[in-house]
């Protein structure tokens, strides 16, 4: 399990324009990397539009923003293309992000035990190292939540 100071564990997937995307190239950056399960579902749908309502106080803090879910990148286009989404959506149907980054286990599902996507928001600082693990958030203030914990 990761944990703050811990370094991120490299990947490379697509991205929403089928371009590979890898976590060296936002070496020297900060990056907020946030685990949804779909595109264009109801929760999803608000936690992304959450960071796309808060896409510029990211930005003058200096944060780029990726969003991973196991969606294809055909999906990820329609939908980054929908709602005008301004960052980065990754595509991860092979789960290469989501479970090293401890986004994808075992959860409680309608009474039941299942494998499943974990909600939560991972921090990486401009040396590749976590400042910062955000677990379990509302959706529609996902992005506040991530602002408010970023406070210096």
Same mark, same amino acid.
């Given at each position: 399990?990761?944990?703050?100071?811990? /370094?991120a564990p490299e990947?490379? $997937?697509?991205?929403?324009d089928?371009k590979?995307?890898?976590?060296s190239?936002?070496?020297?950056?900060k990056l907020?990397?946030?685990?949804? *399960?779909?595109?264009?579902?109801e929760?999803? @749908? %608000? =936690?992304c539009? +959450?960071f796309?309502?808060e %896409?510029k =106080?990211f930005?003058?803090r200096s944060y =780029?923003i990726?969003g991973?879910?196991?969606? +294809?990148? #055909?999906?990820h286009?329609?939908f980054?293309t /929908?709602?005008?989404i301004?960052?980065t959506?990754? *595509?991860?149907?092979?789960?290469k992000?989501? #479970?090293p980054y401890?986004?994808w286990?075992e959860?409680?599902?309608f009474? /039941?035990?299942?494998?499943g996507?974990? @909600?939560?928001v $991972?921090?990486?600082? =401009?040396?590749g #190292?976590? *400042?910062?693990?955000?677990p379990?958030?509302l +959706?529609?203030?996902a992005a506040?939540?991530?602002?408010a914990?970023?406070k210096?």
């Amino acid at each position: 399990m990761l944990k703050v100071g811990d /370094k991120a564990p490299e990947f490379e $997937v697509q991205n929403q324009d089928g371009k590979m995307v890898k976590l060296s190239d936002f070496m020297g950056k900060k990056l907020v990397i946030f685990f949804y *399960s779909g595109d264009d579902t109801e929760t999803c @749908r %608000f =936690e992304c539009l +959450s960071f796309q309502d808060e %896409f510029k =106080e990211f930005t003058k803090r200096s944060y =780029e923003i990726i969003g991973v879910s196991p969606d +294809s990148v #055909k999906n990820h286009k329609k939908f980054q293309t /929908k709602y005008k989404i301004p960052y980065t959506l990754l *595509s991860d149907p092979d789960l290469k992000i989501m #479970k090293p980054y401890g986004a994808w286990g075992e959860k409680l599902f309608f009474g /039941k035990i299942v494998q499943g996507l974990l @909600r939560i928001v $991972v921090v990486i600082d =401009e040396k590749g #190292k976590i *400042s910062h693990i955000i677990p379990k958030f509302l +959706s529609k203030k996902a992005a506040e939540v991530v602002l408010a914990e970023l406070k210096d």
